[in-house]
């Protein structure tokens, strides 16, 4: 299977303001990549490219005063097949977790195992453990919280998201990931390009999403709250704790976001792609920081 994917973003920044993006495809995918363009930007700046301590690949440079336009394209390769079930999968006792995955039961900013550790051995402490657990959270979560693009607010934790009963992608992805961990269970934040594939198309894709990894039995498995079902075409960008270790864009000062377009499909779908696929808005989106 072909993948289409790419995005155009622009902000509005009112002084020349530095930027850090993560928005290249992640490089256990790279080898997937059949053709790309280049990172576009408008006007032209300068690129730094780094890796973070989480393995995501990052770009830093400064966006003029006024602001900046990026624009990508890509096909990638893809098996077709759909997110790998394992309903045999067992929890790995704490003290037999690799060093570098501890960090995945510890509460981060938008993950308050604090303030929700009773709730989820309430809830969880009496389902098996392993996948049954992992899954018990997951349709927890998906039936607790309502979906709307307009329930998007970038402060949002997970323990507020309980509350309220609402959110985006993220918010539940937050939700699952803060039961995981107070149960000892590792889990981690994943966002990436995630388009109507295998699916009915949704009538305002967003092609861009948020979902989980748990680490059961030595090995991480995709989780996707917000939507519970096996997926077919996920292309993973950045995994951290959270939210606040993978934003698209983070600016070290005020910018507004001007355009959104966001846009992965089947390539023998839509030979050429769709001039109004994706989504093109004019918000804050808690994607962005």
């Avoid at 948020?210 to 960008?237: C, Q, S």
């Avoid at 959104?260 to 792609?273: A, D, L």
């Amino acid at each position: 299977m072909q993948i289409r994917l790419g995005y155009e973003i622009a902000i509005e920044c009112e002084r020349p303001t530095h930027v850090v993006s993560l928005l290249d495809i992640h490089r256990e995918r790279q080898r997937d990549i059949q053709r790309q363009t280049r990172l576009l930007t408008s006007p032209t700046v300068p690129l730094t490219c780094y890796v973070d301590g989480f393995g995501n690949a990052c770009r830093r440079f400064m966006a003029p005063e006024g602001g900046v336009r990026l624009l990508y394209d890509a096909v990638v390769s893809d098996t077709g097949l759909p997110d790998e079930v394992n309903t045999l999968a067992g929890e790995t006792p704490v003290e037999r977790l690799p060093s570098d995955v501890l960090v995945y039961l510890l509460g981060s900013r938008y993950c308050e195992t604090d303030h929700l550790s009773q709730k989820a051995w309430d809830l969880f402490g009496k389902v098996p453990g392993g996948w049954a657990r992992a899954q018990a959270i997951v349709d927890y979560v998906h039936d607790c919280l309502s979906f709307s693009y307009g329930y998007a607010r970038a402060t949002r934790t997970a323990a507020q998201a309980h509350d309220e009963r609402v959110g985006v992608c993220r918010d539940f992805a937050h939700l699952a990931i803060t039961f995981c961990r107070c149960m000892n269970m590792p889990a981690r934040y994943v966002n990436g390009f995630l388009g109507d594939i295998g699916v009915p198309q949704d009538p305002a894709p967003m092609d861009f999403s948020a979902w989980m990894e748990v680490y059961l039995d030595g090995k991480w498995y995709t989780f996707d709250p917000r939507h519970n079902v096996p997926r077919i075409g996920r292309v993973v960008i950045a995994r951290g704790r959270d939210a606040t270790d993978v934003p698209l864009l983070h600016s070290f000062g005020p910018h507004r976001l001007a355009t959104f377009k966001v846009w992965t499909y089947e390539q023998e779908s839509h030979p050429v792609r769709p001039p109004d696929r994706g989504i093109d808005r004019t918000l804050t989106t808690p994607m962005l920081a």
